[in-house]
């Protein structure tokens, strides 16, 4: 089929480079000029594992191409996907700017029908203001338009993976026309006649996905809710480490056992520093000011978020009793993409963090797999000093905080990194190393909801 991709971020860009490698015939643009020559010379602007290949293939193939003309895209396509942002506003409601402006832009170059997708994380109801919104500025006669909701589920860092092997495609559609041209685009997919990028054709055994066909208005609300939920098992999980360390208790040890019950499932009960990303932290500020707009109390909602914007206070108050005084002390720190396996940095603990100890005067160095260059321009103004090298961090460091669970700092030289600290003290965000195993190298080490083996219980306030 003939597709635009509107949006070349992570979301337009994993969706139209999987589209174009799937077998379609896809255009993709963005207004930012600098991005699309980059996308033009061959380059990527992001980093996600497997999106290189699957762009240079749909490229080479002729599937896929870039433009900074929208009207371009449009005139080329049968159906067009929305994949601009939607950043939240200071009330909490997402910024739909730059949707009516796409909608402006579809109604005025189009001369054929189209089936516009929301791809975007959008809230409930703007499927109609945007169906209304073509019908008032298209040409009148010359095109018509049908609108479908298509969330998307991709993660940051698995979002190839996820694209090409989803548990569940969610359509929200009016009609049986706009449903068969999205069955028809997620084809490949349904039916697996792709060559897989991730697994080099040995795919792990996995159920077909379910296309779940729902009316454009719960499609609107699948997405905020899924992520909603998310964000309330990380903050569960989060105040039941706050538990366990008062009470002597092993976070790790009572979410594993609760994660074995099949009606909860082990995902997202990881205590730590919390969640961050473009993602969670605004679709749930957009999902509260839509429940409160309309008079219904998601103070539950709330309170996961209130949680989660504490954890980095709660970290912050542990490197504190620690170091005892912070100011003027050599503090590394390793991690600052909000997750592993990607560069992005928004809303990431671990920025929050670096910025936070830097104003305190403490002498921080940090480093980051892949996030160091978009690190360097959110850290302008401060004195922190980026780092490529983790070792590098450490050399003489009165402290180490670990700050995103990649794997490459969990298969650190420990011990050569604690030869190398002018005090061998830990502090483990992400909880991401055996408590054992670095006390045995002789380390000083805390993390979230694990306490020393040999602590008092307190029932105070820490």
């Known amino acids: 089929m003939r597709l635009a991709v509107i949006g070349c971020g992570y979301v337009g860009l994993v969706t139209g480079g999987c589209l174009g490698y799937a077998g379609h015939e896809v255009v993709a643009t963005d207004v930012d000029a600098g991005r699309i020559a980059m996308l033009q010379a061959g380059k990527l602007p992001i980093y996600e594992p497997g999106l290189e290949v699957v762009v240079e293939k749909a490229t080479k193939a002729g599937r ?15 159906a067009i996907f929305i994949c601009v942002g939607t950043p939240p506003l200071e009330s909490g409601a997402a910024d739909l700017s730059a949707i009516d402006n796409v909608a402006r832009q579809i109604a005025a170059a ?24 073509l019908d008032v500025y298209g040409r009148r006669g010359e095109a018509t338009f049908r609108v479908a909701s298509n969330p998307e589920f991709l993660r940051e860092g698995t979002a190839v993976a996820d694209f090409f092997h989803p548990d569940r495609i969610v359509v929200g559609v009016e009609g049986a026309d706009a449903e068969r041209q999205l069955r028809e685009i997620y084809k490949p997919i349904l039916e697996g006649t792709f060559s897989c990028p991730i697994h080099d054709g040995h795919c792990p055994a996995v159920a077909a996905p379910v296309f779940m066909v729902t009316t454009i208005a719960s ?41 074995l019950d099949p009606r909860i499932g082990p995902q997202f009960l990881s205590a730590g520093l919390g969640f961050g990303g473009f993602c969670l932290p605004k679709d749930i500020q957009a999902f509260l000011h839509l429940a409160e707009g309309l008079g219904v109390n998601f103070r539950l909602l709330r309170e996961a978020e209130i949680v989660n914007q504490r954890r980095v206070d709660q970290f912050l108050d542990k490197v504190r009793r620690a170091l005892w005084v912070v100011k003027d002390k050599q503090v590394g720190a390793l991690g600052l993409a909000f997750k592993p396996n990607t560069d992005d940095i928004r809303f990431a ?8 100890m830097d104003a305190e005067g403490a002498i921080v160095c940090a480093s980051d797999p892949v996030a160091i260059e978009r690190a360097r321009l959110a850290l302008q103004g401060t004195g922190v000093k980026l780092m490529p090298d983790p070792y590098d961090v450490a050399r003489g460091a009165e402290a180490l905080l670990l700050l995103t669970e990649w794997r490459e700092y969990r298969d650190l030289d420990w011990e050569r990194i604690h030869a190398q600290m002018a005090r061998p003290l830990v502090l483990d965000g992400r909880n991401m190393l055996s408590r054992d195993k670095m006390r045995a190298i002789g380390f000083e080490y805390h993390s979230f909801g694990r306490p020393d083996v040999h602590s008092k219980v307190s029932l105070g306030s820490h």
């Open 219 to 259: 499609a609107e609300l699948i997405k905020h809710a899924s992520n909603s939920f998310l964000g309330l098992k990380i903050s569960y999980a989060n105040v039941i480490a706050d538990l366990c360390e008062r009470l002597g208790a092993n976070v790790e040890e009572v979410t594993r056992a609760v994660g």
């Open 110 to 133: 189009s001369r054929s029908p189209k089936l516009v997708i929301e791809k975007s994380t959008v809230p409930a109801q703007t499927g109609a203001q945007l169906q209304r919104a």
């Open 64 to 78: 896929l191409r870039f433009t900074g003309d929208a009207a371009e895209a449009i005139l080329a396509s049968d």
């Open 349 to 356: 603990p671990g920025i929050e963090v670096v910025r936070r």
